[in-house]
């Protein structure tokens, strides 16, 4: 059951990049680098001090950034930094997967 259960979601999380690009506003722009310390400025001075956890600048074909912030919550924001989406727990499919497929939805809290 284990192995079936991380074989489909694997193959499942093989299209993230090209789900995200359909339904996350501006994730399939042309990539600029010369943009990421504006995103990043633009992200924190978003959220109160303390709020940003992690940001990960992603490249590639996807002209997003994932920011996870305090309390399990987490938020999509542009290339240049303005907030796009922003979600909690496992409220998208692709978290609710990658916990499936990574650590069997160990991280789900019970509410």
Partial sequence: MILLSISITG???????EYLW????GARQTVD????????????SS???GEVAFIQLYSEDLSIHKVS??????????????KVQVWSGNQRWEDFFLDL???FLMAIQLA
């Fill in 11 to 17: 193959v499942i999380l093989i299209w993230k990049k």
């Fill in 22 to 25: 359909l339904s996350v506003d």
């Fill in 33 to 44: 680098p010369k943009l990421l310390p504006e995103a990043i400025d633009n992200i924190e």
């Fill in 47 to 49: 959220y109160a001090s």
């Fill in 69 to 82: 912030l305090s309390e399990r919550r987490y938020a999509w924001h542009n290339q240049r930094g303005d």
């Fill in 101 to 103: 497929h990574h650590r």
